[in-house]
């Protein structure tokens, strides 16, 4: 079976890097598409995988974005013609669904962005859309997906990869029995979103009140927000353009604070102490993982709020009920790729 993967984001790397190399292992063909967002192009290299790179990111614009839209489809579709795919899977790639059904093929749509524009052509043109059990129906529907297409799986979509890792993980002690100042890890709001209406650069302040006090290891979603963190101003922050793997992030991170997206549900998943400071309306998947208890909503978190929350954080073990389910996922996902 020749199965393809556009991975059009950072997150989607991970969540589906053990999967491919599986569908490999038992014989299958995978082609893997990706645009250079973030660093997509990054985690791709530092797991090995083969690739080619289709199109580009068309940044925050709105009508950028909607004007990018059909001249990617299209790129993608001109490259996986020759190919004769057998089946389409992606994490919120808007092109690859609508690719599928011009290619004749089925395709798999997974999402658990309920506020995301794009989802609207993927549900149409979707064969299976594939979303976290907490996702509201109302708000499929409200974007045109048709219930007979609808499969839940159990969890969140950070559970489907992050339980491969939980014994390689579990048992790290809280780094302040360890030598030296305290790590944070930060990541921002992202700039070139459609779905965020919040503020932005609402982290200096906290930034500057911290960086004296423990070791900040700023994350940036891209080179533009990395550029604005070189200020001098910021002296003392660590800036990592590159790639880094979550087993090396969560061993080292006593508080993570982040602005939404993947990697901030990723750590609290996995028990490190976690902040999210997102301005805009919660997702569903963030109100689930708030009532699990696994983080801490501060929208206007300061620097001594911080500093005063890590005194007395305490890193838990993995969240062993989610990675279960994650397990679960995995392989209905697994099952939905094979399906005649």
């Not at 839209?69 to 004769?84: E, G, N, S, T, W």
């Not at 989802?119 to 219930?147: D, G, H, W, Y």
């Not at 029995?177 to 503020?199: D, F, H, I, M, N």
């Not at 700023?218 to 002296?235: I, M, S, T, V």
Request: with cysteine; aromatic share 10%.
């Amino acid at each position: 079976m020749k199965i393809w993967f556009d991975l059009s984001n950072s997150p989607h790397i991970n969540l589906f890097a053990q999967m491919i190399r599986e569908l490999e292992a038992d014989g299958h063909e995978v082609i893997i598409t990706c645009r250079p967002l973030a660093n997509t192009i990054d985690l791709l290299d530092l797991h090995g995988f083969k690739y080619e790179v289709v199109g580009e990111h068309y940044g925050g614009n709105f009508y950028k974005k909607l004007f990018g839209y059909p001249i990617r489809v299209m790129q993608l579709r001109r490259y996986l013609a020759p190919k004769r795919i057998d089946v389409a899977i992606s994490q919120s790639s808007f092109h690859s669904p609508l690719v599928a059904r011009l290619l004749g093929v089925r395709s798999i749509y997974m999402n658990d962005n309920e506020h995301a524009m794009g989802n609207v052509p993927s549900f149409l043109c979707a064969t299976k859309i594939m979303v976290p059990e907490f996702l509201s129906m109302a708000n499929l529907k409200r974007q045109l997906a048709n219930p007979k297409k609808v499969v839940r799986y159990p969890g969140v979509k950070e559970g489907i990869y992050l339980w491969g890792l939980q014994q390689k993980l579990d048992g790290q002690g809280p780094r302040a029995q360890r030598a030296g100042k305290a790590s944070v890890y930060l990541r921002p709001e992202p700039w070139t979103a459609q779905y965020y209406k919040g503020s932005r650069d609402f982290l200096d302040e906290l930034l500057l009140g911290i960086k004296d006090h423990v070791n900040v290891i700023l994350l940036p979603r891209g080179k533009a927000q990395g550029e604005h963190y070189r200020d001098p101003k910021f002296q003392g922050v660590r800036i990592v353009d590159t790639a880094l793997d979550i087993a090396d992030i969560a061993p080292d991170c006593d508080l993570f604070v982040g602005a939404g997206g993947t990697m901030t549900r990723e750590m609290a998943v996995l028990g490190v102490p976690t902040i999210s400071v997102y301005q805009d309306e919660l997702l569903d998947v963030d109100r689930y993982l708030l009532a699990q208890g696994t983080f801490l909503h501060e929208p206007k978190l300061t620097a001594k709020g911080l500093l005063d929350y890590l005194a007395n954080a305490q890193r838990k073990p993995a969240n062993r009920a989610l990675l279960d389910k994650g397990q679960q996922a995995y392989r209905q996902i697994k099952q939905a790729i094979l399906a005649a």
